[in-house]
C-alpha cells in the first residue's frame, strides 16, 4: 500500500470557457477511486477556489486586490467541494475539507493535530481535499501557489510519493511555449542554481505558482526523501 499525495492546480481545473472543468474533475475522482481499489491512501490537494469563485461572483479577470482575491476563494471553495463530494460519491467514496495555513503546522500542537486528523480520515477510508484557508491566509496570492502546501502535507503524513498535476508535461531546460528546443529533463536528484534557473513563473491568469514554487516543493521534496512527480 501506498501513501500518494496529489496537487492539481487553478490552471489545470479550469476550462476554455472560466468555469470548472467537470470532465477533468472526474477524469481526476476516477483515478483516485482506481488507487483507492487497488490498495492505495489519497490525498488531494486542490487550488481553485478563488478561479471558480471569479466565475460565481462576476469577475471576468483576475481581481488586482486581496480582500476580493478573498471573497473569491471564500465563495469558490464551497462550490468546489461540492463538486468533488458529488463526484466521489458516485463512485462510493467519501471527502472531507481540510483548510490549512503554513502557520498551522508550525506550531507544534497544530502540526500533530492535523497529522492525527489526517491519518484518522485515511483510517475511514475518506479523502481529505486540502486547500490553504484563504480567508486568513493570503500567502498563495502573494508569494506562490498550493504546490509547497502539498509538499508540507505530505511531509506531514509521511507520503510515499507527491505528484503535482500540471498544465505542462514538467521541468523543461527552458519555456516550451517560447523556445522550440526546450527539452524536458526526466530527472532531478540536485535543486542547482542551473536548475532553479530554468523555472518559470505562472502560465495562466489563473496559476499563481508555476515552475518556480515547483523546483521550491520538489527541493523540500528532496530533503524530505519522497520522491516527487511533475506531470
Keep these: 500500500m501506498s501513501l500518494i499525495v496529489f496537487k492539481v492546480g487553478s490552471s489545470t481545473l479550469m476550462g476554455s470557457d472560466n468555469e470548472l472543468d467537470l470532465a477533468f474533475v472526474r477524469s481526476l475522482c476516477s483515478q483516485m477511486g482506481e488507487l483507492r481499489r487497488a490498495g492505495n491512501q489519497v490525498v488531494l490537494v486542490s487550488s481553485g477556489a478563488a478561479a471558480v469563485g471569479r466565475s460565481l461572483l462576476g469577475f471576468t479577470e483576475r481581481p488586482g486586490d486581496i480582500p476580493t482575491l478573498q471573497a473569491c476563494a471564500a465563495a469558490g471553495q464551497t462550490k468546489l467541494i461540492e463538486r468533488y463530494a458529488e463526484v466521489l460519491a458516485e463512485d462510493g467514496i ?130 524530505a526523501g519522497i520522491p516527487m512527480v511533475i506531470c
Design 94 to 223: 467519501k471527502c472531507a475539507q481540510v483548510l490549512l495555513t503554513r502557520g498551522d503546522v508550525v506550531d507544534r500542537t497544530g502540526y500533530l493535530n492535523a497529522r492525527n486528523t489526517f491519518e484518522r480520515l485515511l483510517d475511514l477510508g475518506v479523502i481529505p481535499i486540502v486547500n490553504e484557508n484563504d480567508t486568513v491566509s493570503v500567502r498563495e496570492f502573494s508569494f506562490g501557489d498550493n504546490d509547497m502546501l502539498g509538499a508540507i502535507v505530505a511531509s506531514l503524513i509521511d507520503a510515499d510519493l507527491y505528484v503535482i498535476l500540471s498544465d505542462i508535461d514538467g521541468l523543461y531546460t527552458a519555456n516550451p511555449d517560447t523556445h522550440l528546443n526546450a527539452k524536458l529533463i526526466d530527472r532531478v536528484e540536485r535543486v542547482s542554481s542551473k536548475i532553479v534557473a530554468m523555472a518559470g513563473g505562472a502560465g495562466s491568469s489563473y496559476g499563481t505558482g508555476g515552475m518556480a514554487t515547483k523546483i521550491r516543493a520538489g527541493r523540500a521534496m528532496i530533503a
